[in-house]
């Protein structure tokens, strides 16, 4: 939400620059996104004008030379290219040296030969409207020429943008701001702007409202203008609207917006004109109804939805836009304005299903106290009489009334003290909560507290309450850091909780980087990663509301979202960092959910050995042994990918490992990297949570190296299988620690050295001790993979 300081200030006004104000309100509980200028620069460069003199240019038929009043005395030439421009207008004049809302800085300027020192201005070159077809011209007769243009029109003012959560929609209006900074500054607050009601309740509505769909409408309030002019907004309402982000129409619909703004209580104007049957009916909708909408677009409902609906059939998605059949026109005389309440959890489904987001709809899916309804309808109600030339028809319809009378919640001095764990005084307590909103009766132990309707939903019971008395006490420096107390509580690490953060330390321990991605990405990132049609990984959990068609369908794979942070990175000029993620992966199953699994999965700058060797590190950390057996993956390189299962059980699966295919690597402007992604949570059941003691031996152990030579196809894994089977308690350690081929090898085999090491518990072995252990090596790798030792 969009909150300019010009307008807050009408109801409370803090004395602090936006800055301050911003920090103050994120101290308290309001977040800002971010301080903005709306409007013009350079104030002093603005002023009101008077034109004198309007000639036509000598040498452009559709510039005017006007010579411009701009102070007692003072005169000035300015061309301007309006065509609505003339003698004795009143207008709005920027100097040499401003400063316009799009970062222009105005200078003196020669057109078509013709000197012009200034700019009278059009409402976008003020940023208070969006016409652009003529100048503006001020109707006020008491306007002098050369007065300050700020002092007449709101032409700037800082604007906090604000991020509302979803529990305080109060905070959505202006008046529910001011109500935030009056209690978190002390600041006066002004009454608010619907305590005067010019409308009644004794008379008749030209128009029947029937609410059929109760339990969806908990309040419908209808009031009836006829004599009614629409026109343009006057200049201080367009600034109004601009500034907060909406785009003035004409007086009818800006009046709504600008109440909407200002009570975060949306409105709707129907011409009364075009309700068929002067009745409207709140109701469900038929299966596959259908409504144009005030965008244009045709939208086909179900019975879900609840609407407004007269003789013709549907008039508008209740809560969330209206229809063009009844939307207001220029040849508009007699308007009827709706206020009503709806519930929440009805308008976020509607909005959802239909894939149409509104400001109103924001406002009323967050869940609106039904008093709001009568509450905008005084203040439209006041502002329909004053801009619009309207007569308010007598009466008012009001279904529903009020919400619920106010809850009282105790609040106990000993509760606030033990839960914050620093003691409030009463007194302090009634403040901070009065300057809410909240009514407060004092009692023996406390304070008896009336919820007010625009915290019903959000404020329910106590520690709602003490939790508002912290944040406005301060929580930064006057509250202790302590824990609360809590008897017999205690938290502790799952099994699998200490595990995978064992996995994630060692990679982050070898120098990788951890990230977060998203775990929604685009439909065609199956293409990009090559995957063929029948590939499971195809099998896309689909979101049904997702919120881009980038981020419409369930990741399969870690890969995707560790090649978009690398490419992210290189694309900034920091290189390809190594990095990994934890996190789900889901895959479209045959049951009502899909199957998701927990993958660890890592990117690293180099090729497949440096990936093993990452990979490897975590298996370590977790007390598994892997076999890496060679084998293809459309993503991966040919030749240089493995599938990665348990050494234990052949076939059983935990992922896969390789440098990363080049026209994949190119999709993201990435040089040679590699990759790994294991399944972690099967890795997790297989790993030793707690070190199995071994008795360590001070005998030293023997080592020797042996060169076998078998077929380019069997995988290193083989021959260590095997050495390690045939080489019984003695052998302590064999590992592979070169690959050769070329002269002396004979075509399609290849020479592994291995490094044995022996050990036994009770002696120094001998040479003769390993000898019979080395021949049963040699035996058991001919005789399973026809290896033979290299001379």
Same mark, same amino acid.
């Given at each position: 939400?969009?909150?300019?300081?010009?307008?807050?200030?009408?109801?409370?006004?803090?004395?602090?620059?936006?800055?301050?104000?911003?920090?103050?309100?994120?101290?308290?509980?309001?977040?800002?996104?971010?301080?903005?200028?709306?409007?013009?620069?350079?104030?002093?460069?603005?002023?009101?004008?008077?034109?004198?003199?309007?000639?036509?240019?000598?040498?452009?038929?559709?510039?005017?030379?006007?010579?411009?009043?701009?102070?007692?005395?003072?005169?000035?030439?300015?061309?301007?290219?309006?065509?609505?421009?003339?003698?004795?207008?009143?207008?709005?004049?920027?100097?040499?040296?401003?400063?316009?809302?799009?970062?222009?800085?105005?200078?003196?300027?020669?057109?078509?030969?013709?000197?012009?020192?200034?700019?009278?201005?059009?409402?976008?070159?003020?940023?208070?409207?969006?016409?652009?077809?003529?100048?503006?011209?001020?109707?006020?007769?008491?306007?002098?020429?050369?007065?300050?243009?700020?002092?007449?029109?709101?032409?700037?003012?800082?604007?906090?943008?604000?991020?509302?959560?979803?529990?305080?929609?109060?905070?959505?209006?202006?008046?529910?701001?001011?109500?935030?900074?009056?209690?978190?500054?002390?600041?006066?607050?002004?009454?608010?702007?619907?305590?005067?009601?010019?409308?009644?309740?004794?008379?008749?509505?030209?128009?029947?409202?029937?609410?059929?769909?109760?339990?969806?409408?908990?309040?419908?309030?209808?009031?009836?203008?006829?004599?009614?002019?629409?026109?343009?907004?006057?200049?201080?309402?367009?600034?109004?609207?601009?500034?907060?982000?909406?785009?003035?129409?004409?007086?009818?619909?800006?009046?709504?917006?600008?109440?909407?703004?200002?009570?975060?209580?949306?409105?709707?104007?129907?011409?009364?004109?075009?309700?068929?049957?002067?009745?409207?009916?709140?109701?469900?909708?038929?299966?596959?109804?259908?409504?144009?909408?005030?965008?244009?677009?045709?939208?086909?409902?179900?019975?879900?939805?609840?609407?407004?609906?007269?003789?013709?059939?549907?008039?508008?998605?209740?809560?969330?836009?209206?229809?063009?059949?009844?939307?207001?026109?220029?040849?508009?005389?007699?308007?009827?304005?709706?206020?009503?309440?709806?519930?929440?959890?009805?308008?976020?489904?509607?909005?959802?299903?239909?894939?149409?987001?509104?400001?109103?709809?924001?406002?009323?899916?967050?869940?609106?106290?039904?008093?709001?309804?009568?509450?905008?309808?005084?203040?439209?109600?006041?502002?329909?009489?004053?801009?619009?030339?309207?007569?308010?028809?007598?009466?008012?319809?009001?279904?529903?009334?009020?919400?619920?009378?106010?809850?009282?919640?105790?609040?106990?001095?000993?509760?606030?003290?033990?839960?914050?764990?620093?003691?409030?005084?009463?007194?302090?307590?009634?403040?901070?909560?009065?300057?809410?909103?909240?009514?407060?009766?004092?009692?023996?132990?406390?304070?008896?507290?009336?919820?007010?309707?625009?915290?019903?939903?959000?404020?329910?019971?106590?520690?709602?309450?003490?939790?508002?008395?912290?944040?406005?006490?301060?929580?930064?420096?006057?509250?202790?850091?302590?824990?609360?107390?809590?008897?017999?509580?205690?938290?502790?690490?799952?099994?699998?909780?200490?595990?995978?953060?064992?996995?994630?330390?060692?990679?982050?321990?070898?120098?990788?980087?951890?990230?977060?991605?998203?775990?929604?990405?685009?439909?065609?990132?199956?293409?990009?990663?090559?995957?063929?049609?029948?590939?499971?990984?195809?099998?896309?959990?689909?979101?049904?509301?997702?919120?881009?068609?980038?981020?419409?369908?369930?990741?399969?794979?870690?890969?995707?979202?560790?090649?978009?942070?690398?490419?992210?990175?290189?694309?900034?000029?920091?290189?390809?960092?190594?990095?990994?993620?934890?996190?789900?992966?889901?895959?479209?199953?045959?049951?009502?959910?899909?199957?998701?699994?927990?993958? &660890? /999965?890592? +990117?690293?700058?180099?090729?497949? *050995?440096? #990936?093993? !060797?990452?990979?490897?590190? @975590?298996? =370590? $950390?977790?007390?598994?042994?892997?076999?890496?057996?060679?084998?293809?993956?459309?993503?991966?390189?040919?030749?240089?990918?493995?599938?990665?299962?348990?050494?234990?059980?052949?076939?059983?699966? &935990? /992922?896969? +490992?390789?440098?990363?295919?080049? *026209?994949? #690597?190119? !999709?993201?402007?990435?040089? @040679?990297? =590699? $990759?790994?992604?294991?399944?972690?949570?099967?890795?997790?059941?297989?790993?030793?949570?707690?070190?199995?003691?071994?008795?360590?031996?001070?005998?030293?152990?023997?080592?020797?190296?042996?060169?076998?030579?078998?077929?380019?196809?069997?995988?290193?894994?083989?021959?260590? !299988?095997?050495?390690?089977?045939?080489?019984?308690?003695?052998?302590?350690?064999?590992?592979?620690?070169?690959?050769?081929?070329?002269?002396?090898?004979?075509?399609?085999?290849?020479?592994?050295?291995?490094?044995?090491?022996?050990?036994?518990?009770?002696?120094?072995?001998?040479?003769?001790?390993?000898?019979?252990?080395?021949?049963?090596?040699?035996?058991?790798?001919?005789?399973?993979?026809?290896?033979?030792?290299?001379?």
């Amino acid at each position: 939400m969009r909150l300019p300081l010009e307008w807050l200030h009408d109801y409370c006004s803090p004395g602090l620059e936006a800055g301050e104000l911003a920090t103050r309100l994120a101290m308290t509980g309001t977040e800002v996104d971010r301080v903005l200028h709306h409007g013009v620069g350079e104030l002093d460069a603005f002023v009101v004008g008077r034109v004198l003199a309007a000639e036509a240019h000598p040498d452009a038929d559709r510039l005017t030379v006007c010579r411009v009043a701009i102070g007692e005395g003072a005169e000035t030439q300015i061309v301007c290219g309006a065509p609505n421009v003339a003698a004795g207008q009143t207008v709005a004049v920027a100097r040499p040296g401003a400063v316009l809302p799009d970062g222009t800085k105005l200078r003196k300027a020669r057109l078509r030969g013709v000197e012009s020192d200034g700019m009278i201005l059009a409402e976008d070159e003020l940023g208070i409207g969006i016409e652009h077809a003529g100048i503006m011209v001020l109707a006020e007769d008491s306007l002098q020429a050369g007065q300050p243009l700020a002092g007449v029109l709101p032409i700037a003012t800082p604007v906090l943008e604000l991020e509302i959560t979803p529990n305080r929609p109060d905070c959505l209006g202006i008046y529910g701001v001011a109500r935030e900074v009056h209690a978190a500054t002390a600041a006066p607050l002004a009454p608010p702007p619907w305590s005067e009601d010019p409308g009644s309740f004794d008379g008749d509505v030209p128009c029947e409202v029937v609410v059929e769909a109760g339990d969806l409408c908990p309040r419908f309030v209808a009031r009836a203008f006829t004599g009614v002019t629409i026109a343009p907004s006057p200049p201080w309402l367009k600034a109004r609207l601009m500034a907060a982000g909406q785009r003035p129409i004409n007086n009818v619909v800006d009046i709504t917006n600008y109440v909407m703004v200002l009570t975060g209580q949306p409105l709707h104007a129907f011409d009364l004109d075009a309700i068929a049957g002067a009745r409207l009916i709140v109701r469900r909708a038929g299966d596959r109804e259908q409504l144009v909408t005030l965008d244009g677009q045709t939208r086909v409902l179900d019975p879900a939805v609840c609407l407004i609906a007269d003789g013709d059939g549907p008039a508008s998605i209740a809560g969330v836009m209206g229809g063009a059949r009844s939307e207001v026109s220029p040849g508009t005389t007699r308007v009827l304005m709706e206020a009503a309440s709806w519930v929440g959890a009805n308008i976020l489904a509607t909005s959802s299903r239909l894939g149409l987001r509104s400001e109103a709809s924001a406002r009323f899916e967050k869940g609106l106290a039904p008093e709001q309804a009568l509450e905008a309808q005084a203040v439209a109600t006041r502002l329909m009489l004053e801009l619009c030339g309207a007569k308010l028809v007598p009466g008012t319809i009001d279904i529903g009334g009020a919400g619920a009378d106010p809850q009282l919640v105790r609040l106990r001095d000993a509760r606030v003290g033990g839960l914050l764990g620093v003691d409030i005084a009463r007194s302090e307590s009634a403040l901070h909560l009065q300057r809410l909103g909240f009514g407060v009766t004092e009692r023996s132990d406390g304070l008896d507290v009336a919820i007010p309707p625009h915290r019903r939903n959000d404020v329910t019971r106590e520690a709602d309450l003490i939790e508002e008395v912290a944040r406005l006490h301060g929580m930064d420096d006057e509250l202790p850091a302590t824990l609360p107390s809590r008897r017999g509580a205690v938290g502790v690490l799952t099994r699998e909780q200490r595990l995978r953060r064992r996995a994630e330390d060692a990679l982050t321990a070898a120098g990788l980087h951890e990230i977060v991605g998203w775990s929604f990405e685009a439909p065609g990132r199956d293409d990009v990663l090559r995957l063929a049609p029948g590939d499971p990984r195809r099998r896309r959990v689909v979101l049904e509301n997702p919120m881009s068609e980038d981020q419409s369908v369930m990741r399969t794979t870690l890969l995707g979202s560790l090649l978009d942070a690398a490419g992210l990175n290189a694309a900034r000029g920091q290189g390809a960092p190594g990095l990994f993620e934890s996190g789900a992966v889901y895959l479209a199953g045959g049951g009502p959910l899909p199957c998701e699994h927990h993958a &660890l /999965g890592a +990117l690293v700058p180099g090729d497949v *050995l440096a #990936a093993k !060797a990452h990979l490897e590190a @975590v298996l =370590a $950390a977790l007390r598994v042994e892997a076999a890496f057996t060679a084998a293809p993956q459309p993503f991966l390189h040919p030749g240089r990918s493995a599938r990665v299962d348990l050494a234990h059980a052949p076939g059983a699966q &935990l /992922g896969w +490992l390789g440098d990363v295919h080049p *026209l994949v #690597a190119r !999709a993201w402007d990435l040089d @040679v990297v =590699a $990759a790994f992604e294991v399944d972690l949570g099967a890795l997790l059941t297989h790993a030793s949570a707690v070190p199995a003691y071994e008795d360590l031996t001070s005998y030293p152990e023997l080592r020797q190296d042996i060169a076998v030579v078998v077929d380019t196809a069997v995988p290193a894994a083989a021959v260590l !299988a095997a050495v390690r089977a045939a080489g019984g308690k003695l052998l302590g350690r064999a590992e592979v620690f070169d690959v050769y081929t070329g002269a002396q090898i004979a075509a399609g085999r290849k020479s592994l050295a291995v490094a044995l090491a022996f050990r036994a518990p009770d002696r120094t072995l001998t040479d003769e001790d390993a000898a019979p252990v080395r021949e049963r090596i040699v035996a058991r790798l001919a005789e399973a993979l026809g290896g033979e030792l290299r001379g």
